[in-house]
């Protein structure tokens, strides 16, 4: 089992930034993929960027180029998610994901991001 904490959201004006962490305790085996996903009102749940135990990122076109994800180097139970130029429709409750090698799927309690003038 993993267990999965978020913080760092809250309300920004548009072009503003906010960082996300995301802590993984718990059972980590050392091969996965830690990731952050979004959940706008109405709709689904989307990807927004994720990052493996290599250290290969993948991003959503929406966000590419305005948000950046990294781990923790000196622990591999931490990820981040530092979001700039922050737009009205990045406004969502966003998730940490964890997935491993052995079919491990797990999830954070969200947090909310609000861009708003």
């Known amino acids: 089992q993993v267990q999965l904490v978020e913080s760092g959201g809250g309300l920004v004006h548009p072009g503003g930034s906010l960082r996300l962490s995301c802590a993984a305790s718990g059972t980590i085996r050392s091969i996965y993929t830690m990731g952050w996903y979004r959940q706008a009102p109405g709709k689904q749940r989307e990807l927004v960027a994720t990052?493996?135990?290599?250290?290969?990122?993948?991003y959503a076109d929406s966000v590419k180029g305005r948000f950046t994800i990294f781990r923790d180097n000196n622990a591999k139970n931490a990820v981040y998610l530092q979001m700039n130029s922050l737009k009205p429709e990045d406004t969502a409750v966003y998730y940490c994901?964890?997935?491993?090698?052995?079919?491990?799927?797990?999830w954070g309690q969200g947090t909310q991001v609000t861009v708003s003038s």
């Open positions: 990052v493996t135990s290599l250290g290969r990122t993948n």
């Open positions: 994901n964890h997935k491993d090698i052995r079919g491990g799927d797990y």
